[in-house]
Nanobody, 125 residues
Framework: QVQLLESGGGSRQTGESLRLSCAAS????????MAWFRQTPESEREFVAR????????LYADAVEGRFTISRDNAKNMLFLQMDSLKPEDTGLYYC??????????????????WGQGTQVTVSS
């Protein structure tokens, strides 16, 4: 079995920072792909950032490039998202996602096999 559990969500003001964590149980996702998505009541689930492979290659959505940093601790099977210079547009329910596959050129929720329940991030001006 695989279980993903997000934590670290909360309320911040514009320009502040927040760090999200995702704890994964089951097999290690080293060599696979882990990602963060976000969703609001008005939007579909949106890709935020991805990390894959033993080299830890990363990919960011244009909206968060330069402000967010995705990383992972393979020994603990954990994923992180450091969110800096937050904007109100970053508000949403953030989901941790994972797959044992090494993904290329993809940012679709359907590419991922495992999901957490989400953690809420709210950014006010």
């Amino acid at each position: 079995q695989v279980q993903l559990l997000e934590s670290g969500g909360g309320s911040r003001q514009t320009g502040e920072s927040l760090r999200l964590s995702c704890a994964a149980s089951g097999p290690t996702f080293r060599g696979g792909t882990m990602a963060w998505f976000r969703q609001t009541p008005e939007s579909e689930r949106e890709f935020v950032a991805r990390i894959r492979g033993n080299i830890d290659m990363v990919l960011y959505a244009d909206a968060v490039e330069g402000r967010f940093t995705i990383s992972r601790d393979n020994a603990k099977n954990m994923l992180f998202l450091q969110m800096d210079s937050l904007k109100p547009e970053d508000t949403g329910l953030y989901y941790c996602a994972a797959t044992l596959k090494s993904l290329y050129g993809t940012n679709q929720p359907s590419d991922y096999d495992y999901w957490g329940q989400g953690t809420q991030v709210t950014v006010s001006s």
